[in-house]
């Protein structure tokens, strides 16, 4: 019932009350005794069979939309989840998200504000990933409103939230009608699987490890010369990731850090 499209609901309860109607029309008016009966029954299965349908639809979809996971998804959950630490678990969601082809700010940037955890870059917009509450067993609508005051603030043009367990119905609610996009239980743990797998891919590390990814060094943009990784000292990136000219002081060419592993994954 929650995967019927409500098109396809209100189709069915049409064509119920139509099927009923050239079925028991003429049954119903037969002249003779009973004949009041025989209407009442008419009129009860002409529109109550249609309204009990759309109801059961209506109540699969609310059921589907607030359940906790079911048995088989947490245990899947579980499995993936087992002995992750935070930084096992941002790693892959960076990788995730790479594959969607989103550049990955380097999360120095992010942390500043302790507000969300993750920046992303596409198309010259600026999104916002929240993680906090990955291992949470059910999210509310007030993670999501704090989350869109810090869109407005940053300009961003979408947010995503994840957590391995759902969201309440007021928070599916608030971000269909908000750029905020939600990821739970079996499509977290399927974007962890694509991601732990295209790590292994690029790292070479033995099966059943997380793995790590990191990207050829690009060229400066200011003289060509081959780039490495440091990390900002001070300022107000203090702490994050950079690519810097290898002839600094020379040269003071810098990129932002975005490791890449090329690999592509179906699901948006």
């Known amino acids: 019932m929650a995967v019927i499209p409500w098109w396809v609901a209100v189709a069915v309860m049409a064509l119920l009350a139509l099927g009923v109607t050239l079925a028991l029309r003429e049954w119903a008016s037969m002249p003779g005794p009973g004949g009041a009966a025989r209407q009442l029954v008419f009129e009860l299965l002409r529109w109550g069979l249609p309204a009990l349908w759309g109801l059961c639809v209506f109540w699969g979809k609310r059921s589907g939309n ?7 998804a947490q245990q899947d959950m579980a499995a993936v989840l087992k002995g992750m630490t935070w930084a096992q678990f941002e790693k892959l969601v960076s990788e995730a998200f790479r594959q969607r082809r989103f550049a990955v700010v380097a999360n120095g940037e992010a942390a500043a504000a302790d507000d969300v955890d993750m920046v992303l870059r596409k198309g010259g917009e600026t999104h916002l990933v929240l993680c906090k509450h990955w291992r949470a067993e059910r999210v509310g609508v007030q993670v999501l409103r704090d989350l869109q005051l810090t869109m407005q603030t940053r300009a961003a043009a ?15 609610a608030f971000a269909k009608a908000s750029a905020i996009h939600l990821v739970e239980g079996p499509r977290l743990s399927r974007w ?35 780039m490495i990784k440091r990390q900002a000292r001070r300022g107000v990136h203090a702490g994050s990731t950079f690519w810097s000219c290898t002839r600094y002081p020379q040269c003071h060419g810098a990129r932002p850090f975005v490791a890449f592993s090329g690999a592509m994954s179906p699901d948006p």
Request: glycine share 8%; hydrophobic share 35%.
């Open 192 to 226: 962890l699987k694509l991601a732990q797998r295209s790590l292994k891919s690029v790292s070479g590390s033995a099966a059943g490890s997380v793995g790590s990814v990191e990207s050829a060094a690009p060229a400066c943009p200011k003289c060509q010369a081959p």
């Open 158 to 172: 979408s947010a995503y939230v994840l957590t391995s367990g759902h969201f309440s119905d007021d928070a599916r």
């Open 66 to 72: 607030s359940a906790p996971l079911g048995v088989d």
